[in-house]
């Protein structure tokens, strides 16, 4: 297929006229027109803003890639916020192109939702909870009067990204952060200082919980009557060893 050809196909799949686009690119929509049938080449402008705006890589309008797939919201992609990308995620989180710049994720049993992502944990405040390097995933909180207090949530304030458990305290106009570790103190924040809250809704983690046998008391039971099974069965084949 041809790039003309490929252009008039993702215009039409988008539901868009000839001139939706041609204001997109900030042309006329006669000299559009000519794109589509061939008649005018694409600047490398007019191909970066299509790309955009379809959601699909250059290649996909250039080579015709039907399998190629642009990272991002809209095609189902999470963006990670690692801990390095907190900073600048505190200064640019309403700017996409920005955000568009992060690793993206599509994430296993999860429907990718408008507002969601990833963040990654840092510190033992939330152990054993949540452990060092955990990745949440968090969507955007529209009304905090639906949250339960004792929810995991990640706020984001002018200065920190902070996960804890939450408390809201809205006769005041707080809300109150907790710790699942006991070393750490409650915080609490006035939601005039608060830039946005994000309810955790599940996590991806490395970490296993290990038992410790050796003080488990269900182990401990068990030994018992493994013990009480061997000497059962030792007097049972005295008894038969008599007999004969």
Same mark, same amino acid.
């Given at each position: 297929m041809s790039i003309s050809k490929q252009l008039k196909a993702l215009r039409e799949a988008a539901g868009l006229s000839q001139k939706k686009i041609a204001?997109?690119?900030? &042309?006329?929509?006669?000299?559009?027109? =000519?794109? $589509?049938?061939?008649?005018? #080449? /694409? @600047?490398?402008?007019?191909?970066?803003?299509?790309?955009?705006?379809?959601?699909?890589?250059?290649?996909?309008?250039?080579?015709?890639?039907?399998?190629?797939?642009?990272?991002?919201?809209?095609?189902?992609?999470?963006?990670?916020?690692?801990?390095?990308?907190?900073?600048?995620?505190?200064?640019?989180?309403?700017?996409?192109?920005?955000?568009?710049?992060?690793?993206?994720?599509?994430?296993?049993?999860?429907?990718?939702?408008?507002?969601?992502?990833?963040?990654?944990?840092?510190?033992?405040?939330?152990?054993?909870?949540?452990?060092?390097?955990?990745?949440? &995933?968090?969507?955007?909180?529209?009304? =905090?009067? $639906?949250?339960?207090?004792? #929810? /995991? @949530?990640?706020?984001?304030?002018?200065k920190a990204v902070i996960t804890k458990r939450i408390k809201k305290d809205l006769n005041n106009n707080s809300v109150i952060l907790i710790s699942d570790n006991a070393n750490y103190e409650n915080m609490t924040y006035s939601l005039k200082n608060v830039s946005e809250i994000l309810i955790v809704q599940g996590k991806i983690t490395s970490s296993l919980n290990m038992i410790n046998f050796a003080n488990d008391t269900t182990a401990k039971k068990l030994e018992h009557s493994v013990e009480l099974m061997q000497r059962d069965i030792g007097q049972i084949l005295e008894k038969v060893n008599t007999i004969k």
């Open positions: 204001l997109e690119l900030k &042309i006329t929509q006669g000299a559009y027109s =000519l794109i $589509e049938n061939g008649q005018n #080449s /694409i @600047t490398t402008e007019h191909l970066l803003t299509l790309s955009k705006l379809y959601s699909v890589p250059t290649d996909r309008i250039l080579k015709s890639s039907q399998n190629a797939v642009t990272m991002s919201p809209k095609n189902g992609f999470v963006p990670l916020i690692n801990v390095g990308a907190r900073a600048g995620f505190i200064e640019n989180r309403k700017d996409e192109e920005w955000l568009g710049t992060l690793e993206m994720y599509r994430i296993p049993g999860y429907d990718s939702q408008k507002n969601q992502k990833l963040f990654e944990v840092e510190g033992d405040s939330m152990m054993p909870t949540l452990t060092h390097g955990d990745i949440l &995933i968090a969507k955007h909180l529209d009304d =905090l009067t $639906e949250v339960v207090d004792g #929810s /995991i @949530t990640v706020v984001i304030t002018p």
